[in-house]
């Protein structure tokens, strides 16, 4: 099996949950609490490659941030748009799961299973 990375914010229930699904089967996973340690420009665009979707699929529309940075003005471009989430990860779609060369973001949680074949 791939080496399995969950980006994870504990306050959030679809987040905890998929960490209770990873738990339940005994998979060994590097957990990373992305509000405390953000990921870099870099590891965003890698997350991006690997879910396969633009950085404006992987907003969090409904937080402050992305209304007070006007971050829904489509004339940003990606790389606008990741470095707010790189100052901002509160802005970023969570739970993320990686497996190897695929992601998924956990929403509902169950998605992650989708991607531990």
């Known amino acids: ?6 980006y994870h914010n504990p306050r959030c229930s679809k987040s905890r949950g998929a960490l209770g699904l990873l738990e339940a089967r005994g998979l ?3 957990l990373v609490r992305y509000l405390e340690t953000p990921p870099s420009a870099e590891e ?11 950085p404006r699929a992987l907003l969090r529309t409904g937080e402050d941030e992305y209304r007070e940075l006007g971050l829904a003005d489509p004339a940003l471009g990606d790389a606008q ?6 100052e901002h990860p509160r ?9 190897g060369d695929k992601a998924v973001i956990g929403r509902p949680p169950e998605k992650i299973l989708d991607i531990l074949d």
């Open 1 to 6: 099996m791939n080496e399995l990375k969950l």
């Open 28 to 30: 060994a996973f590097t």
């Open 44 to 54: 965003l665009k890698d997350i991006l490659a690997k879910l396969g979707i633009p």
């Open 81 to 86: 748009l990741i470095q707010a989430m790189v």
């Open 91 to 99: 802005l970023i779609e969570r739970p993320i799961l990686i497996a």
